[in-house]
T-cell receptor, first 113, second 115 residues
Framework: GENVEQHPSTLSVQEGDSAVIKCTYS??????FPWYKQELGKRPQLIID?????GEKKDQRIAVTLNKTAKHFSLHITETQPEDSAVYFC????????????FGQGTELSVKP | NAGVMQNPRHLVRRRGQEARLRCSPM?????VYWYRQLPEEGLKFMVY????????ESGMPKERFSAEFPKEGPSILRIQQVVRGDSAAYFC?????????????FGNGTRLTVT
């Protein structure tokens, strides 16, 4: 069945360093890839998304890259800040399944001051 | 513009009782999705509904779980005869009618504890 693998499960960086989280997906028909940030006890919040007709997208300190051939996409956070500490989830879906997202297992990011 | 509203925020039930979780989508949204998040795990898709229709329930357990989204009122996720393994956070999300790959925005969730 459809599957999304996410690595690493935990990531610790120093403030100001970059953080990279990687995901691979199994369903070659997937064409939408959002990333969510979830703080402890709170709801997942959409931070950036990318569609399969684009290879890269940036929003200030956050960027996402997509390699359709390898079925691989990544989240890049530059100049990390303590408030970036949270659990990050990648997800994938295909257009004929509406909002049925298949989520990765999550990455707990810790940014140390 | 209010976001996705879920209630209650916290729900405690004894084993064997019923749990009812409610979700009101964002204004103008007619697609609702329910996801379950077990402690320290990712979100798992449960069911996708439009008004008065279940579109995809491939993630719903075969027994004890049901969902509806009536013409009027919120979407309801119902769990009958709860067991301890049902303890989780249940999140609802909605998208507009033109919702092919529309970004999903989640509510604050209902945290169900079964004692």
């Amino acid at each position: 069945g459809e599957n999304v693998e996410q690595h690493p499960s935990t990531l610790s960086v120093q403030e100001g360093d970059s953080a990279v989280i990687k995901c691979t997906y199994s369903d070659s028909a997937s064409n939408y890839f959002p990333w969510y940030k979830q703080e402890l006890g709170k709801r997942p919040q959409l931070i950036i998304d990318i569609r399969s007709n684009v290879g890269e997208k940036k929003d200030q300190r956050i960027a996402v890259t997509l390699n359709k051939t390898a079925k691989h996409f990544s989240l890049h956070i530059t100049e990390t800040q303590p408030e970036d500490s949270a659990v990050y989830f990648c997800a994938a879906s295909r257009s004929n399944q509406g909002g049925k997202l298949i989520f990765g297992q999550g990455t707990e990011l810790s940014v140390k001051p | 513009n209010a976001g996705v509203m879920q209630n209650p925020r916290h729900l405690v039930r004894r084993r064997g009782q019923e749990a009812r979780l409610r979700c009101s989508p964002m204004k103008g949204h007619s697609h609702v999705y329910w996801y379950r998040q077990l402690p320290e795990e990712g979100l798992k898709f449960m069911v996708y509904l439009q008004k008065e229709n279940i579109i995809d329930e491939s993630g719903m357990p075969k027994e004890r779980f049901s969902a509806e989204f009536p013409k009027e009122g919120p979407s309801i996720l119902r769990i009958q005869q709860v067991v301890r393994g049902d303890s989780a956070a249940y999140f609802c999300a909605s998208s507009p009618q033109t919702g092919d790959n529309s970004p999903l925005h989640f509510g604050n969730g209902t945290r169900l504890t079964v004692t």
